[in-house]
């Protein structure tokens, strides 16, 4: 595990060529949970998110819609501010790859790898994907002429271009990989990497185009725009202010060996952010990342959703009818983080009612109730483990949160928040062991229900700090029905037995109100309906 004290983390910069949906929201509730739990616990956290906007099929899109490539990415890009807003993201920046900061810097990146004798000017022949904007080699297309990405006819394509020569760094990132087991996660990935695309030869990778304009100019050539690939992957570093007048936050996020750089990424773009990234890093000079995290692909039908087939599901109704905490808790919880997965509308009623409504708004409310009867709505002084259950509650917790914490770091989101469900399960469970209500007939036992209380409510307290990462409303007003005061939220506070003796409880509204599952069901697949 790492120990380091800064963290840099990053999501793909999405293409504004249509709205996003909730694949593209599931990766960046995923980082945001991660970066929101790296601050949480004191640690410094950059989170970078963005839109990747050149390219052929923004251009034809732009078009399509009877506007200039810019205006129409303006408009999109627009739409990506107020889903990350509606979801509570908390980037701390958002990079276009249309902005200044970008393409100067591009054009410089470019200049010096054809300076290095890392770029030439040759001839392209190949079959070229329009909509993934990709090449590909007789092989992978088969027979049949199909993109291996989203399984659409590619056509051959001839045109002088630019080339990335790839072999040049090739024995370097194989040795990068074998000294770096945690690079690229789940090894898997790696495993697919070198199988499908380093063992069969890796080609020398166009880095530009001219049948198209939309795109960065190559300044030693200007009929030549920049291959999307090398502007996108890019932007990690120009976010950063590399190569500008200020490379302050660069140094601290991306040079010093202290801080951890973590991309996350999904199944589909794998091979550029593990082979050629890294090769145009060796390029430049620079550091390459820590981690890459691939996750999974949310499927619809057995089919990925994407835009291009536009069988996708729309975040905001469900956001909308439910809550950001419960459409967050859904992905994080329900998907494992870095295997494939499906969006199932059963799952998601589910999955709201077991752990947030049964598990976690239970507990709150019977304990909120119990102290109310019990204690006048004060919580009682935390005095030790008084009845033989609290010391295993206890202990019990101690080992819930080192297990999510170390979880967590290691990108294992979905494992990390299984664990503190079963903490509010087990307080359930602690409930029926004790029997508060056989506790309170009898005077002399009146500490031993004093201690139940106490515990119970300190359960919920960290239940609600090691959720808050992903329920960002919630956990709020878990603390204020344990009257706790804004200062002592404190993620420390969790280990601090005695912060909540003597506050005063306030039963509020009940948290997650149980969904009738027939009609949320329904509900959800009319909204999937709508977009077939
Ligand atoms: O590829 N399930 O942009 P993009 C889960 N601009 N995640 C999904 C998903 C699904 N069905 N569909 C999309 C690009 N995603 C490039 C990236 S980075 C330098 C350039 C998420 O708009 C997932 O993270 O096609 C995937 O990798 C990304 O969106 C692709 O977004």
Redesign the pocket.
Known sequence: MSNKKRFYIT?????PSAKL?I??A??TTLCDIYARNKRLRGYECYFLTGA?EHGQKIEKNAKAAGKTPQEFVDGIVEGFHKLWDVLEISNDDFIRTTQDRHVKVVQDIFSKMLKNDDIYLGEYEGWYCKECEAFWTDTQVGDEHLCPDCNRPVEKAKEESYFYKTNKYLDKLLKFYDDNPKFLTPVSRKNEMINTFIKPGLEDLCVSRTSFSWGIQIRENPKHVIYVWLD??T?YITALGYGSDNEEKFKKFWQDPDCEIIHV??A??TRFHAIYWPMFLMSLGLRLPDREFV?G??MMRDS???KSKGNVVDPYPLIERYGVDAVRYYLAREINFGSDGSFSPEQFVERCNSDLANSLGNLLNRTVSMIIKYFDGVIPEYKGKVTPFDGEIESFTETVIKSYEDLMDDLKITDALAIVNELSNRANKYIDETTPWALAKDEAKKDELASVMYHLAMSIFVCGMLFKPVLVKSSDRIFDQLGIAEKDRKYENIHNYGVLSGLKVDKGEQLFPRLDAAVEVQFIKDLMGENK
């Open positions: 999501t793909p910069i999405y293409y949906h694949g593209h599931y990766t990747d996108a992957l932007n990424i999904g589909d773009i996750h692909l949310l990925k959703m994407s």
